[in-house]
């Protein structure tokens, strides 16, 4: 087998801690790590925002590639949140990289049948707070009304509410696109050096 197959395996054969964490194979341990992951949130982000310009100028599809980075964005978004909560921080700073903190974020409401709703609120005398005359629903107010119903649990069929969920605001320093580009050469010449080391221990 040639130098190259072999770093090639040893290289797929050791992925790194962002790619496990993006596996379900790991969680983020401490919370200094987290700041590799804001680095690769960030990276991910101008990925997305790339593929959306260039969509604009080209013609394939492009849709899927997004989605997927969409998702990975929401999935170490989670494991922050993961992290977080565990080690009891609301909080944390990462100079020149973000600032990040946790809040609740209020679960969205589906309406999935209108008139129903609109007949349970015609029926409650309150349709007209929520509702322009041609039945089209003021969403704020509606979800504002929905929410003290629910309080009172007379939430009308056609309505569900999705539970509420934690979310992280990321606050990226200017600094972070630079220092997120440096992260990812060094944790690709850290993986190179690794393998090459593997490389020469192994029994030819």
């Given at each position: 087998?040639?130098?190259?197959?072999?770093?090639d395996e040893?290289?797929?054969?050791e992925?790194d801690k962002?790619?496990?964490?993006?596996?379900?194979?790991?969680e983020i341990g401490?919370?200094?790590?987290i700041?590799?992951v804001?680095l690769?949130?960030?990276r991910l982000?101008?990925n997305?925002e790339?593929?959306?310009k260039l969509k604009?100028?080209r013609t394939?599809?492009?849709?899927q590639?997004i989605?997927?980075?969409?998702?990975q964005?929401?999935?170490l978004?989670?494991?922050?949140i993961?992290?977080?909560?565990?080690?009891n921080?609301?909080?944390?700073?990462?100079?020149e990289v973000?600032?990040?903190?946790c809040r609740k974020?209020?679960?969205s409401w589906?309406?999935?049948?209108?008139?129903?709703?609109?007949e349970?609120?015609?029926e409650?005398?309150?349709?007209d707070?929520v509702?322009?005359?041609t039945?089209?629903?003021d969403?704020?107010?509606l979800?504002?009304?929905?929410n003290?119903?629910?309080?009172?649990?007379n939430?009308?069929e056609?309505?569900?509410?999705?539970?509420d969920?934690?979310?992280?605001?990321?606050?990226?320093y200017e600094?972070?696109?630079?220092r997120a580009?440096?992260?990812?050469?060094?944790r690709e010449?850290?993986?190179?050096?690794k393998a090459?080391s593997?490389?020469?221990?192994?029994?030819?």
């Open positions: 087998m040639s130098y190259d197959a072999v770093i040893i290289l797929q054969a992925p962002i790619s496990r964490i993006l596996r379900g194979e790991e401490d919370p200094t790590e700041e590799d804001l690769e949130i960030n982000e101008r997305v790339f593929f959306k604009k100028r394939e599809p492009l849709d590639r989605k997927e980075s969409d998702a964005i929401d999935q978004r989670a494991a922050i993961d992290c977080m909560e565990r080690t921080n609301s909080s944390l700073d990462f100079p973000a600032k990040i903190s974020k209020a679960g589906d309406i999935k049948d209108e008139a129903n709703v609109e349970h609120l015609q409650l005398g309150v349709l707070d509702a322009t005359r039945l089209k629903f969403k704020r107010k979800y504002k009304l929905l003290e119903l629910l309080e009172n649990n939430v009308p056609g309505a569900e509410k999705s539970e969920s934690q979310t992280v605001a990321i606050s990226f600094k972070a696109e630079d580009k440096q992260d990812q050469a060094e010449a850290a993986r190179w050096k090459e593997n490389y020469d221990s192994l029994t030819i």
